[in-house]
């Protein structure tokens, strides 16, 4: 089971940091080894079948930021073969989540117990068949966890995850994103992010209702070796953690931050007005080791000479359309790995412009001796 052996290949090894944020932007901490977060999913897995959730089973994730829930959701899913379906939380109306309930024909809505409630009444006004769970209010050690030898094995062309588009030009529309998907994403992950001989070590901030971030959640349960530093939100004090993370980080792991533009306009803002959480020389120190992957919205010359600027590296660009991006397939034979040869190619003379870019422009004051 492709989900279950990295967490019974590594039990006492660290899995996730889970970063809560308090209504003060400070962050508290949790800490689960694999074998702790594997309970816990299993333990839900075994709520979820209580509540009628089996194999092909559609559900909405409707949770109000980052949460442990969620990621455990994710585990006990595909641990069943159910099917998440997101929604997005910062945006997404009453009405665009009762059309994802209904249109993905979802037979449960899982929640946690800070999202809106008028919110929640509304959609249940128009979903009255769909039951609506906080997982918040759950106490796992009710439930015995679910047996090994009975979960679902899943098929490479079976659905993984539904991910609805964000409806600017009409209805949203739900992306189906296949096992298949998810295993071809982490091998490029691990193809092109990380060198030889280290392990990801994933910090992630963006909201898990988009690819970015489900993608790189996913990696991070498919790979034994794989850290997770999961943030429910972000704040200042994003940049302090994770400069510390790459502090304290083994010298084999490689730690991948996926972000986009926005985070890199607050990163310049806060330098400019001297409110880094972290002196500049060492979040520049840490940054620098780091691989900033930036997608989801362009990437413009500005935001790469603030990177260069304040990270002391390039970034890593994603392009594509988010919900399309894990839709790509492993190239077979010779002409497959001539384009992906060309791409590298390709790749190295953008990055080496980019360098002789920033050594043409003059130093700024974090780079003067």
Request: glycine share 2%.
């Given at each position: 089971m492709e989900y279950l052996r990295p967490f019974q290949a590594n039990?006492?090894?660290?899995?996730?940091?889970?970063?809560?944020?308090?209504?003060?932007?400070?962050?508290?901490?949790?800490?689960?080894?694999?074998?702790?977060?594997?309970?816990?999913?299993?333990?839900?897995?075994?709520?979820?079948?209580?509540?009628?959730?089996?194999?092909?089973?559609?559900?909405?994730?409707?949770?109000?930021?980052n949460s442990l829930h969620d990621l455990v959701l994710r585990l006990a899913s595909a641990f069943l073969g159910s099917v998440g379906v997101t929604v997005n939380w910062s945006?997404?109306?009453?009405?665009?989540?009762?059309?994802?309930?209904?249109?993905?024909?979802?037979?449960?809505?899982?929640?946690?117990?800070?999202?809106?409630?008028?919110?929640?009444?509304?959609?249940?006004?128009?979903?009255?068949?769909?039951?609506?769970?906080?997982?918040?209010?759950?106490?796992l050690t009710e439930y015995e966890p679910l047996p090994t030898t009975t979960l679902s094995t899943s098929t490479p062309a079976q659905t993984r995850i539904v991910i609805f588009t964000s409806g600017t030009t009409g209805d949203p529309k739900g992306v189906e994103l296949s096992y298949h998907n998810y295993a071809t994403n982490a091998a490029t992950f691990e193809q092109f992010l990380l060198?030889?001989?280290?392990?990801?070590?994933?910090?992630?901030?963006?909201?898990?209702?988009?690819?970015?971030?489900?993608?790189?959640?996913?990696?991070?349960?498919?790979?034994?070796?794989?850290?997770?530093?999961?943030?429910?939100?972000?704040?200042?004090?994003?940049?302090?953690?994770?400069?510390?993370?790459?502090?304290?980080?083994?010298?084999?792991?490689?730690?991948?931050?996926?972000?986009?533009?926005?985070?890199?306009?607050?990163?310049?803002?806060?330098?400019?007005?001297?409110?880094?959480?972290v002196p500049q020389s060492v979040l520049t120190a840490a940054l620098s080791k780091c691989v900033l992957l930036l997608g989801s919205a362009p990437v413009g010359p500005t935001t790469v000479d603030t990177i260069q600027e304040l990270c002391g590296t390039l970034p890593t660009v994603r392009f594509g359309s988010t919900e399309t991006t894990l839709q790509v397939r492993q190239e077979e034979g010779r002409e497959g790995r001539e384009e992906r040869r060309e791409w590298r190619e390709e790749r190295r003379e953008w990055r080496d412009e980019l360098v002789e870019r920033r050594d043409e422009r003059p130093k700024t004051r974090h780079e003067r001796p």
């Open positions: 039990p006492d090894s660290s899995f996730l940091t889970y970063y809560a944020l308090g209504s003060d932007k400070q962050y508290t901490l949790t800490t689960l080894t694999r074998g702790q977060f594997l309970d816990k999913a299993l333990r839900l897995a075994s709520y979820l079948t209580s509540l009628g959730v089996t194999k092909d089973v559609r559900v909405t994730h409707y949770f109000s930021s945006s997404d109306t009453a009405s665009t989540v009762s059309y994802k309930v209904t249109k993905s024909d979802s037979k449960v809505l899982f929640c946690d117990g800070n999202v809106d409630q008028t919110m929640l009444s509304a959609v249940h006004r128009t979903c009255p068949a769909v039951p609506v769970c906080d997982l918040s209010t759950v106490d060198p030889s001989n280290t392990t990801p070590l994933l910090v992630v901030v963006n909201p898990m209702h988009h690819t970015n971030s489900t993608s790189m959640t996913d990696w991070a349960m498919r790979n034994a070796d794989a850290e997770l530093h999961l943030f429910a939100g972000y704040s200042t004090l994003y940049w302090k953690h994770a400069a510390e993370i790459q502090e304290k980080a083994r010298p084999n792991q490689k730690q991948i931050m996926p972000l986009v533009s926005r985070h890199f306009d607050f990163l310049k803002s806060l330098a400019s007005e001297q409110k880094l959480p």
